[in-house]
């Protein structure tokens, strides 16, 4: 990615936004290693020190992790997201615990509150999920079920559930890739239509107990 020469003033608040921008625009995406300092001093015109600076103040917010003796890697795409990612760690379950908060009031406002091309939109998602869990294709059955997830808590219209949400979109993904593989493999996938047949129903107390029955069971197959 070409990043742009920066001015003399405010040098690292400038490489850090060209630095967020890469990542935030998915230039750069999650687990991508990040150019080195040399690179990023030269590419950007400035000196090391201040590169260093930038990469620190990402790596404060959460949206890098320095690996010694590997390099800078891409950990998250939003602040939010790295704090989200730091407060669940690698824990699976508490990753599960969080998206059941919001997941369930998700599907609740989503039921009362989504439009028809929003239902089209999570129609066509779980299409694709469906078709990929068929045939096998885990790498897309992860990306379209997570985005399913999201369009139905971005289809509820609360704009602050919908950014916490999507801050948890790497966790989203990271969960869904841990408990995934099993299913897709033998065909014994949890089943997300009944959710999505309670939201054309516009049925809030149906897709929340739909929404609360696939997480629990998620929950469950982990154990205690």
Request: hydrophobic share 40%; charged share 30%.
């Amino acid at each position: 990615m070409p990043l742009s020469a920066t001015t003399r003033t405010g040098l690292v608040e400038q490489v850090i936004g060209q630095l967020r921008a890469a990542i935030t625009s998915g230039e750069w995406p999650v687990g991508h290693r990040i150019p080195t300092e040399p690179e990023l001093a030269a590419s950007l015109n400035v000196g090391r020190n201040t590169v260093r600076e930038a990469v620190r103040a990402l790596m404060h917010s959460g949206l890098v992790e320095v690996r010694q003796g590997d390099g800078t890697y891409v950990r998250a795409t939003s602040e939010v997201s790295g704090a989200i990612r730091r407060l669940c760690g690698s824990e699976l379950r508490e990753a599960l615990e969080v998206r059941r908060t919001l997941e369930v009031e998700g599907a609740r406002l989503a039921a009362l509150h989504r439009s028809a091309a929003e239902l089209d939109e999570m129609t066509r998602l779980l299409d694709e999920r469906d078709a990929a869990q068929r045939e096998r294709r885990f790498d897309d059955f992860v990306r379209s079920d997570a985005e399913f997830h999201i369009a139905v808590v971005r289809s509820g219209h609360n704009t602050l559930l919908s950014e916490l949400y999507h801050g948890l979109t790497e966790v989203v993904r990271g969960s869904v890739a841990a408990t995934s593989p099993n299913h897709v493999a033998d065909g014994n996938d949890i089943e997300h239509r009944g959710l999505l047949e309670a939201i054309a129903a516009r049925d809030p107390d149906r897709a929340v107990a739909e929404a609360k029955g696939f997480l629990d069971e998620l929950l469950a197959q982990l154990g205690e």
